[in-house]
C-alpha cells in the first residue's frame, strides 16, 4: 500500500443539519456527520431517507433550514461558495443530467472554465481528467453516442478537470454491468488529485449508494441515513453484518452475500 | 406549416424579421423573470437556458407523437399553446422559436427569409393569443382544474386559426401568388379550425395529465396552489363534481367547432381544389408520421407541415375566430353561473 | 439509440465548403436567399443562375445531387400549393385548360424561389456541423441565452425520443393500440408525463450546471475569428448572386 494513513484533516462536517421543502415535506431532522480528508465513506439508506437532500447541502445547492455544513473548514454559504463548489466534485446518478454540453471535451472542460481557466492550462486540465477516467479517447464525441458506463466516467471526469478535494457520487453503481462497476471501482480506489500545493492526493469519497457490496468493496466507514437523520455509524462490515439494523432500515444484502466472509479493502 | 422562400416578398419578411426579432427580445427579457424563480438562492441561479432548453427538446419531441385521427391518418401536437399555457407566454415565445430555428437552419424547413414570418405567426402569435385567451377566461372562470384544462382548451382552439389570421395579414402585404382572398382562404378556414379542435383536445388533456401530478409545473396554474382546499362535503363528491364541468365545456366547444367547420365546408364545396388539397396534406402527414418515432426526432425528420393549412383565414377566418370566441366565452360564462348556482343550491342544503 | 442529430443532413466529407468558417456560410445563404427572393420572377435567365450557382457550390462542397434532391422533399406541401394556384387564382386565363395566367406567375414564384431556398439551406446544413451551425449563430450576434436553449435543445432532443420510444413500447407491451380520437386521453397523459420529466431534468441539469461553478454565462468556444480571406472566399456566392439579381431587374 502506497496511499499515506489518511490524516486528521477534516474535509467535511455538518452538524445539526435540518431542512423542509417549501412544499412543507422535511427531508432531514437534524444530521450530524463528519468525514475526514481522504476517507472513503458510504452513505447508505433506504429510498426516501433524505440522502439527494444532504448530498444537495454538501455544495450549497440547497441551503440549511437549521444547522451548518462547512467544507474544508470553509462554511457552505453566499461567500464561499464559489470554492466550495469547485472543491466538493458532485457526480450526479443520471450521467445524462452531468453531461450537458455537445461534447465531452466541452463537458469536462465547463466546471474549470467556470472557474477562469483558458487555453493550454484548460487543454491539459480535460487531457488529465480524461485520462485519469481512461476516456481520453472519447473526447471529441457526443456524450449520447457513449455507453451508459462510459458515461458515468465521463461524468467522474468532469468533476476531477475541477481538482475536487471531495467527491460525493450519487448511485455510482446504478445501471452498470459488471465490468463497468469494476472499472470505476478501480478508478476510484486509485485516484489522485493534486491539491491546492500541487501535491497529488487522495480524494476524500462519499459514496450514496443502495448497492451494498459496493460500499463494502470501496468505503471502510459507512453512515446509514433513515429518517432524515444517521442511525448508524462504523465501519462498514459491522454494519452491514448487522442483520437486524439493515432489516430496520430497509436496507437487504444480496442473497447469498455474506459480508464477514470478506476482505475488507484496506484504507 | 412552415413558409418557404418566396412565398413572401422580400420587404415585407425583412419586416417580419424585425418584428419577430424584438418579440423574441422582449421574451429574453420575459423568460427570466418566468424561470428564474427556483428553490435555489444561489449566484447563477438563473434557470432558463437548461429549462427553456429542456421545454423546447419537449416541443419538438412532441411534435413527434402520433395522435391517430380516423382511417390511417394522424396529427401531431404544434405545441404554441401548450407551451404558452405550461411555461408561460415568453419561455414558450422563446422555445417555439428555437424549435423554429433550428428546424430552419437545420433540416431546410421552412426558409431562411420566412424565418421572421415564421416566428411571427407559428411563435409570437401562437403563443400571444392561446396565453391571451387563457389568461381572461382564468379570470372569468372560478378557480380550480377543470378551469385550467378547459382554458387550455379555449386557447389551443383559438391559437390556431389566429395565427392563420396573422399569417393573412403578412400575405396581404406581401404575398407573391394573385389569390382571392375571400375565397379559397375561407375555404380553409373549415381545416384550421378542425386543425384548432385536434390541437385544443390534445392541449387540454396534456395540461390535465401535468396538473394531475404536478400541478405546481403548469406554469399558469400557480396560482391554484395558494389557496387551500376547505372541503364541507365528503371527498367523493368533490372529486366527482369538476368533471361535469369540463364535460360541459369540451361538448359546448366540440359543438361550436364543428358548426363552424361544417358551415364553412358547406360553403367550400363549391371549391373542391381546396378540399382536395386537404386531403393530400393529410395523407403526407400520415405518411411521414408513422415512422418519426422509431428513431431519433432529428434522424427521422422530414415533412411534418401541413402546408396550406396555413394559407386560411382570411376575411371568413377572421369572422371564424371572432365567433369562436364569441360563442366560446358565452359558454364558459354559462356553465360558470350554472356552477355557482349549484354551490349555492349546495350550500343551502 | 437513435442516430445522433449530427447525421442527419451533414455529410462528414472534407471540403473547401466545409471548412469556411460557420458564421461566413451563414452570412452567405442568408444574403444569397433574400436576393433570390429579391429577385423578378419574370427574369427566367437570373433563376437558372441561381441553380447554377447553388450547383457549383455543391460541387465545391462534394455534395451529390442525390442528397440534396432528397433533401427537398421537404418542399412538398408548398408544390402541391403552388400547382392549385393556376386553378384558383384570378384574372385573364390562358387558352390551354383555362388555366389562370397570374395564378400560373405566382406558381413559378414560389416553386423557383422556394426550391433555391431549400436547395441554400440543404447545403449549408450538408457541410456544417450542428455544433458549428450554433458557434456561426453566435458569432452573428444571435443572442447567446438563444444559443443556448438550442444547445440544451440539441443535446436532449435524443434523449428525450429515447424516453418517448419506451413510453410508447410500454404502451405497446400493454396491448395498449391507439386507433383514434378515443386514445388521444392516453397519448396525452405520455405527453404530459414526458413535459415533467423533461421539466424535472431541466431542473437537474441547472443543479449539475451550479454544481460545476456556473455563474450565468457559459465558457465561450475559444476560436479565431474568421480570416478576412475566409470571408471572401463565402462572399463570392452572394456577390455573384448580386450581379443575377441586378441583371433580372434590368432585363
Known sequence: MTDPPPDREISLEVSGLAYAYPDGHQALFGVDLTVERGSRVALLGPNGAGKTTLVHHLNGLLAPGAGTVSVAGLPVTGEHLKEVRRRVGLVFQDPDDQLFMPTVREDVAFGPSCAGLRGEELASRVAKALRQVGMEAHADRAPHHLSFGQRRRVAVATVLASHPEILVLDEPSSNLDPAARSELAAILRTLRVPDADGRARRPTVLMVTHDLPYALELCPRSVVLSGGVIVADGGTQDLLGDAELMRAHRLELPFGFDPRSVTAPAG | MHVPDGFIDAPVSLAAGAVAAAAVA?????????????????PGADRTAPLAGLVAAFLFAVQMLNFPVAAGTSGHLLGGALAAVLVGPYTGVLCVTVVLLLQAFLFADGGLTALGVNILTMAVVTVVVAYAVFHLL???LPRGRASVTGGAFAAALVSVPAAAVAFTGIYALGGTADVPLGRVFAAMTGVHVLIGLGEAAITAATVGAVLAVRPDLVHAAQRLDSPLELRTSPAPDEAAAPRKPVRRLWAAGLLLALVLGGGVSFYASAEPDGLEKVAADNGIDAQEKAHATEGSPLADYAVTGIAGARLSGGLAGVVGVGATLAVGTGAFLAVRRSRAAGRAADERS | MGAAPAD??????????????????IAAVCCFVVLVVATPREAFPAFAAYALLLACVAAAGRVRPGH????????VPFVAFAVLLPFVAEGPRTDML????????GAWNILAKGTLGVAASVLLASTTQLRSLLRGLERLRLPPLLVQIASFMLRYADVLAGELHRMRLARLSRGFDARGPRHWGV???TAGALFIRCYER??????????????????RSEEEAATRAEWATAACLPLLALLVCLGGWTL
Open chain 2, 26 to 42: 422582449v421574451s429574453l427579457r420575459g423568460a427570466r423573470r418566468e424561470l428564474g424563480h427556483g428553490r435555489q438562492q444561489a
Open chain 2, 138 to 140: 382564468q379570470r372569468v
Open chain 3, 8 to 25: 442527419t443532413l451533414y455529410l462528414p466529407v472534407g471540403s473547401p465548403v466545409h471548412r469556411l468558417p460557420p458564421q461566413c456560410k
Open chain 3, 68 to 75: 440534396v434532391l432528397k433533401r427537398m422533399l421537404i418542399e
Open chain 3, 98 to 105: 383555362g388555366l389562370s395566367v397570374e395564378g400560373l406567375w
Open chain 3, 187 to 189: 397519448l396525452a397523459k
Open chain 3, 202 to 219: 431541466g431542473e437537474r441539469v441547472h443543479l449539475a450546471m451550479l454544481s460545476r461553478g456556473w455563474t450565468g454565462t457559459m465558457p
